[in-house]
Structures are given as C-alpha cells and as structure tokens.
C-alpha cells in the first residue's frame, strides 16, 4: 500500500463550547494507494514454497475439497491484553473487483486500488507506537495447517517497495488459504509449518514488512493453492468473484465510530514513516490547567455529530461541546484544549458518535492514597501513564540519557533493568498486575500495573 498516510493540517473554528479553544484537524489517513502489497514475484514464491512445504513437512492436505464444508472465518485481529480503547483499526483498501484500470471495491465504492487482492487492516491512530507495543494481535480467522511463515524481514517500511513480507498461510479443511501479510519481525507464532491451529488462535502482531507504507495486515483468501483463485469474503452487489460472504458475521461497508477518546499533555507527535508515535497522552492533571480533548474516529463520515462531555465525579457536566463531521475520512484524530475543573477527583472524558460512547477516565490532582501521581516530583522525569498495562513512555532531561531505569517488585528483586536510550523512552513491561518501584538515576517512585 502506497501514501498510506496523508497528514493534513487544518485549522477550523467551531461553535466555541464554554472553554474550549479552536479545533486541530490532523493526522488525516485516507489511504491513496497505487502498488501493489504483495507482488507478483512474492506470489510466486509463495505459492512455490507452499508446494515445497506440503513435501517437505509431510502436510496432509483435506481428503476431498468438493464435498468438503465451506470455511467461514472471523475477524483476524484482536487487541492485545491490557489495551483498554474500544478501537484500534480501520479498513483502507479492500479486493479490486474492476478488471480494468479502473478501480471497485465489493460495496460499488472505491475503498481499494488497482489490482489489490487482499483486504488491508491498519492500525490507527498511533499505527507505529502500536506495532512497537505489539498492541494489536493477528490471529487465526478459522481452524487450519500452517503451511508456510517468514518471520525474520525488517518491518518498518514506508513505501511500496515489492520487498518480501513477514506472513503467515493457513489451509482450511476446505482446501482454502489464507494469508496473514506485513507482519512484526519475530512476532509470529513459534508454531511449525505443517502444525495445526485453532480459530482465533495467535499467528503473530501487525508491523510493515514487506512492499507497505505502514502497520495494517493484509488479509487475502485463496480458494485454493495458486493466487489466481483469490477470493473476496465480502458479500456485496458488486463481488463478481462469490455470491456469499465467507466471513462468519460480516462487518458493515463502513464502521464510523470514535475508537479512541484520551487526554494529553501536549499534542501527539506524529514523526514521518517509519518514527514512533508520543501519544502524550496522561491520566493525571493539575486542577485548573489545562489538557487536550482528542478523538480518534474510523470512517468518519459527512454530516454525522460527534457529542463530548466532560464529566463530572457526581456525572453532572463539567463541559460539553460538538463537531459535525464535514467530510468523509477513512480515519482522523482531532482535538481541542479545554480548561480542566478545578476540583480534586476522577472524570470522565465521554464521546458519542454514531450511537456509540467511548469513554477515558482522568483525575485532577491525583493523590498517593487514591492513585499514582504521574509527575513523581522530579521535573527530570515522568513515566506515564501510571497505572498502566505495562506499556510505558519515560520523558527525562538530556542529561539523563543513557542512564539505567531499575524497575523492582514488592519485595525488592529486580524485575526489569533498561537504559534510557532517548528523552522519550518506552518500556514494554511483561509484569504480572501489581506495585513496582523504579529507581533510575535520583528519580524514585512507584509504578502499578493493571493489565
Ligand atoms: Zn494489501
């Protein structure tokens, strides 16, 4: 997938709620691709290595595939344990069912592009700081063999490139295959070629190996052995390839939605392909500053109103405000500033959009016996968020670069031992739920985790 992502930046004024400033339009991800995700060499190889493997690891192939009951699958991502938004992709590109030059996706809309054979998933809104944290799981979409995986290519491309991607095939009981596309360097399965997984069982995490512009999977079905027999598992007038949907329950066209409603410090740093995403996001404030208000939709559509309240510990209103969505985005992330109460105590940041809420918690002056404070006293360094899943951003003074963060349990052994490598680190603690405490340089303080 090519120019996977078009930033945008623009500055619009809406009806001003109580306190909130102007609203940034950013990090617009429409997709505009024109090469290929897979090309036709690795196609080949694919299929090549497929027929080598079926040899070579003794696979049993289904017995009669006429008679054979069709798979249906389901949906092949899921989060990640410990991610708590209510979103974390939208759909970019389906099959191309226009022959010609011209492109058509199975809905009659132009969701896809020339010659795509798969349907690409990415991650949004932070799709490189996902990959990172391994937040999104590729798992498998019905019961099957594995009949091949590459696991050891780079996975931060930017550009349609042709390269090899990391993936994963699976046969089904019915002859059909699908393939798992783009995948983490070292993230898949440590399974073999030719054992057998289950429906829903992990393959491995969602990275940009391969010819890709960015962190989606691509997911492709075969009918059979050979690529030619590409299927579309979307039903919709203008499949031309299956009359029937072979997914399990098959998502609407579109699915718009607020995925993800958080509270930050400062604006997310957006870097270009292929840097890491700082969300800045916090769960901690100073009563009376202020904070940004950021929603991220999928599928935003024209005309449809998102709602946002801030709300009260007793849930009475603190402030509310709206945007009408003036265009129809595949996913977009915006915010405004808004003042923060004044009082002590746990918010909720709420957004509504087309019938569904998305929520985030929030305090205002967290105290030690209700909660971790997120700034530890040393404006040297903060860790954040805190409580957190494990996954964790440090921001230090220069100075501190290169200096070691000792992270110990309850009763004092080390449990992880990292160096700083930047101002802004990440940690992705693997840590059973509980009280930890740091020690990096003369920064102390305590980390809870709730995965
Ligand atoms: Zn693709």
Same mark, same amino acid.
């Given at each position: 997938?090519k120019? !996977? ?5 623009? !500055? ?21 691709n ?13 299929? /090549? ?5 079926i040899?070579k +690891?003794?696979? @049993?192939?289904?017995?009669? @595939?006429?008679t ?8 092949p991502?899921r989060?990640? /344990?410990?991610? $708590? ?10 099959v191309?069912?226009?022959?010609t ?5 199975w ?12 349907t690409?998933?990415?991650? !949004?809104? +932070? ?12 798992i ?15 996975? @931060? ?14 046969? *089904? ?8 596309a783009?995948?983490?360097?070292? #993230?898949?399965t440590? /399974? ?11 393959l ?13 999977? *691509?997911?492709?079905?075969?009918k059979?052995?050979?690529?030619s027999?590409? &299927? ?7 499949? @031309? ?7 399990? $329950? ?9 995925i ?19 969300p800045?996001?916090? #769960? ?6 202020t904070?940004?208000?950021?929603i991220?939709?999928r599928?935003?559509? $024209?005309?449809?109103?998102? &709602? ?6 007793d849930?009475?209103?603190?402030n ?12 977009i ?24 809420t998305?929520?985030k /918690?929030?305090?205002?002056n967290?105290?030690?016996t209700?909660?971790?404070?997120? +700034? ?8 954040y ?6 996954n964790?951003t440090? &921001?230090s003074?220069?100075?501190?670069i290169?200096?070691?963060?000792i ?18 680190? #990440? ?11 740091y ?8 980390i809870l985790?709730?995965?």
């Amino acid at each position: 997938m090519k120019n !996977f992502l078009l930033a945008a930046t623009l !500055f619009l004024v809406i009806i001003a709620p109580l306190t909130s400033k102007a609203q940034e339009v950013e990090d617009i991800q429409n997709g505009n691709n024109t090469s290929l995700c897979i090309s036709n060499e690795e196609y080949n190889a694919i299929e /090549k290595r497929q027929a080598e493997n079926i040899i070579k +690891y003794n696979i @049993k192939l289904p017995l009669n @595939k006429t008679t054979a009951t069709q798979v249906t699958y389901n949906w092949p991502l899921r989060a990640a /344990k410990g991610f $708590k938004d209510s979103g974390f992709y939208a759909i970019y590109a389906y099959v191309d069912q226009d022959a010609t030059s011209g492109i058509k996706d199975w809905n009659c809309g132009t969701n896809t592009y020339n010659g795509h054979k798969g349907t690409d998933i990415g991650l !949004f809104p +932070y799709r490189f700081y996902m990959m990172d944290n391994k937040q999104v799981e590729i798992i498998a979409a019905a019961d099957g063999i594995i009949m091949d995986k590459i696991d050891s290519l780079f996975d @931060k491309n930017c550009a349609a490139n042709g390269l090899t991607a990391n993936y994963v095939m699976l046969m *089904h009981s019915d002859s059909s295959r699908t393939l798992y596309a783009h995948m983490k360097k070292y #993230s898949l399965t440590t /399974k073999k070629i030719g054992d057998k997984v289950k429906q829903g069982e992990f393959l491995g995490t969602v990275g940009s190996s391969g010819s890709s512009t960015g962190p989606h999977l *691509h997911f492709e079905v075969w009918k059979g052995d050979k690529q030619s027999t590409y &299927n579309d598992p979307w039903a919709g007038s203008c499949n @031309k390839i299956n009359a029937t949907t072979w997914w399990a $329950k098959q998502k609407s066209y579109t699915e718009p939605a607020i995925i993800v409603a958080s509270v930050h410090t400062a604006a997310p740093v957006v870097p270009a392909c292929p840097g890491t995403e700082t969300p800045n996001e916090d #769960s901690c404030f100073k009563a009376g500053g202020t904070a940004l208000f950021q929603i991220a939709y999928r599928n935003e559509t $024209k005309g449809l109103t998102a &709602n946002m309240r801030i709300v009260n510990p007793d849930g009475s209103t603190f402030n509310s405000w709206t945007r009408t969505s003036a265009a129809d985005n595949k996913s977009i992330r915006t915010y405004v500033s808004n003042t923060l109460p004044s009082k002590a105590g746990t918010y909720t940041f709420e957004a509504k959009y087309n019938g569904i809420t998305t929520n985030k /918690k929030f305090k205002i002056n967290c105290s030690p016996t209700t909660g971790i404070e997120s +700034y530890q006293g040393n404006l040297d360094f903060r860790i954040y968020p805190n409580p957190s899943n494990g996954n964790l951003t440090i &921001n230090s003074n220069p100075h501190c670069i290169g200096q070691r963060i000792i992270i110990y349990n309850s009763v004092g052994e080390i449990v992880s031992e990292n160096s700083l490598t930047n101002e802004t680190t #990440s940690l992705n603690l693997q840590l059973p739920n509980g009280l930890y405490f740091y020690k990096s340089g003369e920064s102390i303080g305590k980390i809870l985790i709730q995965n």
